[in-house]
């Protein structure tokens, strides 16, 4: 994730329509497609309705009134299209190393694998809300699995970009840039893929492992 995506800096997208379709249209590589649409594994809906929480999705993460955490924490219950029941839960010890097993790749990549649980200061939400929202809306991951998975997805790149930042203060740019390379750039797959990933992407794709997991922020 670069310096410059991060900044949100040059002219936005609505004022490159044009030039961007132009380049779509002479570009080899074939467009971003999926024959379905899913809000979660197994969960096939029509394009409206996938369209609509994912609309949602982008709306919540958008508040700047509420924590970061609690706006993930919403976006699970959007997936089942459910009123929010309870609050992030605080994990047993147990819990709490069992949903480290799964972001242990990630918090390998940026040094943070014996990071304490960090407490949820989310200095970094600045930066880190467009990165979520881009992930989500660039399609990458829910058009090849689901909603739910891109969400979750979101969610352990929010997680690992906060140990990041309980570890070193900041996250720095190091970190970004790997960051992108996990989760923006195909990275993300890799963990998804293949035979021995099959029970974690059956995990991945219910809206209650991304409720489980930010039980991470409760320490």
Known sequence: ICGSARANLGPPLVNRRDDLRQRAAVSPQAPLQTPVYRLANHQVVPWSAFKCAETRLLEVLARPDEPL???LWLGTWILEDLPPTG???SLPPDQREAARVFLAPFLDAVGCRDQAP??????CEPTLVPVLKNLMFSKVLSFHFDLATSHNLGIMLALTALHAEARYGVVP????H??????MHGGGMGFLLGD???DRRETLATPA????ILGL???
């Open 196 to 198: 021995q990933a099959r």
């Open 217 to 219: 922020t409760e320490v």
């Open 178 to 183: 790997t960051l992108g390379r996990m989760f």
């Open 69 to 71: 955490g609690q706006r």
């Open 118 to 123: 960090p407490a949820p200061t989310w200095r």
């Open 87 to 89: 609050e992030i839960p």
């Open 209 to 212: 492992f991304g409720r489980w």
């Open 173 to 176: 740019e190091w970190v970004w």
